[in-house]
T-cell receptor, first 114, second 107 residues
Framework: DTAVSQTPKYLVTQMGNDKSIKCEQNLGHDTMYWYKQDSKKFLKIMFSYNNKELIINETVPNRFSPKSPDKAHLNLHINSLELGDSAVYFC?????????????FGPGTRLTVT | DAKTTQPTSMDCAEGRAANLPCNHSTISGNEYVYWYRQIHSQGPQYIIHGLKNNETNEMASLIITEDRKSSTLILPHATLRDTAVYYCIARDDKIIFGKGTRLHILP
């Protein structure tokens, strides 16, 4: 009965590789997000999709491409991985049309680029 | 967007009420005050939010001053499991996390 799930939980890969992280929510929410938390523990929003449409796109390298096949899924694909991409990536969801932004977060994916 | 200011860290004895302050002096009329927390190695967890009135739920109470320039999150009976980083956020469109307050619950 997990609300927001992410796979994989851990991802270790080499520089230059391409990898994807998957996120699924079973809350029936219409909006999903990707956040990055770096080694200094700052949590920064990267993208947000509402009903499969991109609504927030912060200053993120083009190597990062989110894809939302449906409202319940928001995947993050990263091309040409760099050392600086090492971080914990969190997916979240919310129901925007309620007028508030109460977000539910997944457990995170720890990405290590070597 | 309103900037929030929180103490870097706080201690609270187990069983006592933990009162976490937050200043948001530039908050605008349509910006809600949100509180989240992040327990070590977990995803952030929503706690509570409010606009003008004080709010209470099963986790905490939120006290917002009449001028809305500051608020206090109250955990009525802190337990060791409440040890976490607590984030106060004042936004109307997207959640922006600051540095938060690291709350240590002391046995």
């Amino acid at each position: 009965d997990t609300a927001v799930s992410q796979t994989p939980k851990y991802l270790v890969t080499q520089m230059g590789n391409d990898k994807s992280i998957k996120c699924e929510q079973n809350l029936g929410h219409d909006t999903m997000y990707w956040y990055k938390q770096d080694s200094k523990k700052f949590l920064k929003i990267m993208f947000s999709y509402n009903n499969k449409e991109l609504i927030i796109n912060e200053t993120v390298p083009n190597r990062f491409s989110p894809k939302s096949p449906d409202k319940a899924h928001l995947n993050l694909h990263i091309n040409s991985l760099e050392l600086g991409d090492s971080a914990v990536y969190f997916c979240a969801s919310s129901q925007r049309d309620r007028g508030s932004y109460e977000q539910y977060f997944g457990p995170g994916t720890r990405l290590t680029v070597t | 967007d309103a900037k929030t200011t929180q103490p870097t860290s706080m201690d609270c004895a187990e069983g006592r009420a933990a009162n976490l302050p937050c200043n948001h002096s530039t908050i605008s009329g349509n910006e809600y005050v949100y509180w989240y927390r992040q327990i070590h190695s977990q995803g952030p967890q929503y706690i509570i939010h409010g606009l003008k009135n004080n709010e209470t739920n099963e986790m905490a109470s939120l006290i917002i001053t009449e001028d809305r320039k500051s608020s206090t999150l109250i955990l009525p009976h802190a337990t060791l499991r409440d040890t976490a980083v607590y984030y106060c956020i004042a936004r109307d469109d997207k959640i922006i996390f600051g540095k938060g307050t690291r709350l240590h619950i002391l046995p």
